[in-house]
């Protein structure tokens, strides 16, 4: 039996979605530790939990340390600790550090979390990245500005969902950025990137201690940032039917570079054995830049994305993965894409949503499913908008043909 301590934060239904995989495994023990009380836990997954423990802030690496320590104590030493969220990769390393549970040390997660760190280790063993920098006035944003030209990008360092991400692309708009507060500082610093024109794609990797031992890939329509920049636009992610697509194939080589980097000495360890999810760009002239890595899997639906296309339930084989060390390489047998609905015009509720009925009827068969957005919804900061829908089609061109349909069709209004 292995003892996995799962961070749910809250038992909302995606993270359900990973307690349930979790448990799905009967060599598994599990406890959970969430901000959420125990009586939250559905009932049919109780008897499947040998210990909870409540904390007020999930991302608080001492309360967490503290609810380790005390399931630990109640139900036996951990062997791993998980949690899905961008944002608990860091806390998560600590509290392995501090109470001695095999996994990601600190020390390599924020080769994952810090962008600037990141960057700087890829840069260091080779692989292509933009050139950055971390400004911590705006002096050395000036300087940056001086070194790479214009546009740039301006992010924060720790980022998450794009926000506060801004294209700088005229002396104008720098100009701006600084007397609306937002520039770097010391306590605030900035991670400044060229700006780099290209496609958006992912690559999610299945490595076992360090060796890749499957890969799938999606690409971004349009970009995250345009979509932010664009209110019209709504935003679609695609994974094609074809596993070996020549731009996928040729990213093999810069994906495997990478994981070694930022895994560096802990590859071979548990640390190694993870679902990564890397952004990476893809230039007109073939060339390829790595944007960010995160070790955790992947959000925008890719998950249930490489479930529908692979015919798995990725949650179980990642969870397998991570609790027991074992994944079964699948193969491809669909395309899959989910389409994200953003609405239109000014107000922060949605107030209406049309075109539901006709999609159903268009979309058919190749719709999985679909989460339109209501009227009364609060409207979302998010690119990911307030609803969503997913597609399977045995072509690529089939799956992408629904995408448009669906964002096309069902169109949101603010009020
Ligand atoms: N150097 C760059 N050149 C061009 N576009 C960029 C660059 N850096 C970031 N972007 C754009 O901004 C988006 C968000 O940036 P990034 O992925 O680094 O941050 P994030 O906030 O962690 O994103 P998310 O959580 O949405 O994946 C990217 O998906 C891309 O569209
Ligand atoms: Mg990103």
Redesign the pocket.
Known sequence: MRHVAFIAPRFLENTLNYVRAFASHDEVTLSLISEDPETSIPEPLRPRIAGHYRVSQCLDAAQLTAAARAITRGVGPIDRLAGAL?QLQLPMAEVRDAVGIEGMSARVARNFRD?DRMKDVLRAHGVPV?R?ALASSVRDLRKFVEQVGLPI?V??QA?????N?H?ITTTAELIELVNSGAGPSPEAPA?V??????R?HTCETVTIRGQVVWRSGTR?FP????VLETPWIKYCVLLPREPDLPEFAAFSAVNEAALAALFGDEAPTAAGTALTHM?W?LREDGSSLV??V?ARPP?AQIMPLMGLAHDTNFFVDWTGLIALDRFTPRVRRWAAGAAFFRGQGQGDRVVSVTGVDEVLAEVGDCLVELRAPKPGMARSPS?EGEGWATVRHPTTEGAKEALLTLIQRIQVHYG
Not at 223 to 226: A, D, Q, R, V
């Open positions: 961008e962008k933009a950055s990008i992010k924060p980022g998450l969902g794009a926000r991400t294209r991670q990137e060229e700006f780099v024109r290209a958006e971004y970009t995250p940032l345009e952004e760009f944007n960010e995160g959000g690119y």
